[in-house]
């Protein structure tokens, strides 16, 4: 496998992938890494489920079905109008860079549009993991802990020559998929991670977002 140094510097959010599926040993083996993360009080409030095959394509129809219908039923908000200064202007620089990528252009709605549908299907990935979570208070040490949970879950991807990209999209969906995979209401849906091998040759692969300066972001106190 690779080292640290080279996987955390390799990992990137793939938006196309092979049709290869994993094996399930190998799907095993980057689980036991991610279920090493570590959490509030060892609580391990992770409740994960993998869809590949029917049932990933069951899940593709509905969240395309609602998106037709106009609906959607996330358990946790998310407005971009609620980013502010340069939190925003990163995002609108990610979008822009998506874009030019793929070749949009900024007026060509429907075009951006059947860009965001594919997150409903995954990218073309095999897999895609759901990463539930019970609600305990504000759900913000929760929400922290299955975020150290997918790191782990995508570090251990990148290190084993796999891939993967968590899609808060997924989230947008979450009666439906707790429906369809059969999970209980006291679960919530904070994001999905769609997985398999890269795509080396997609357009969509080539980008590559930067990273802010240290000195925008931490500070040192001696």
Same mark, same amino acid.
């Given at each position: 496998m690779l080292s640290f140094e080279d996987t955390v510097r390799l990992r990137h959010s793939p938006r196309a992938f092979l049709s290869t599926p994993l094996t399930d040993e190998q799907i095993h083996e980057v689980l036991q890494d991610a279920q090493l993360a570590p959490s509030n009080c060892n609580t391990q409030p992770w409740h994960v489920h993998i869809a590949s095959g029917d049932t990933k394509r069951a899940l593709t129809e509905a969240m395309l079905r609602n998106d037709e219908l106009g609906q959607v039923t996330p358990d946790f908000s998310f407005d971009y109008a609620d980013f502010y200064g340069d939190y925003f202007a990163?995002?609108?620089?990610?979008?822009?860079?998506?874009?030019?990528?793929?070749?949009?252009?900024?007026?060509?709605?429907?075009?951006?549009?059947?860009a965001l549908l594919r997150n409903y299907a995954f990218f073309g990935a095999?897999?895609? @993991?759901?990463?539930?979570?019970?609600?305990?208070?504000?759900?913000?040490?929760?929400?922290g802990d299955i975020g150290m949970y997918g790191q782990n879950f995508l570090l251990s991807l990148t290190a084993r020559g796999y891939a993967g990209i968590p899609q808060t999209l997924l989230g947008f969906h979450a009666d439906s998929v707790r429906e369809i995979l059969g999970v209980s209401?006291?679960?919530?849906?904070?994001?999905?991670?769609?997985?398999?091998?890269?795509?080396?040759? @997609?357009? @969509?692969?080539?980008?590559?977002?930067?990273r802010i300066p240290l000195e925008q972001s931490v500070v040192f106190h001696k």
């Open positions: 990163r995002s609108q620089e990610q979008a822009k860079q998506y874009y030019d990528v793929l070749g949009i252009a900024r007026e060509d709605k429907d075009s951006r549009h059947q095999p897999h895609v @993991a759901f990463l539930f979570m019970p609600s305990f208070g504000d759900n913000v040490r929760v929400a209401d006291q679960y919530r849906l904070l994001f999905g991670i769609s997985f398999g091998y890269e795509d080396p040759d @997609a357009r @969509a692969n080539q980008l590559r977002m930067d």
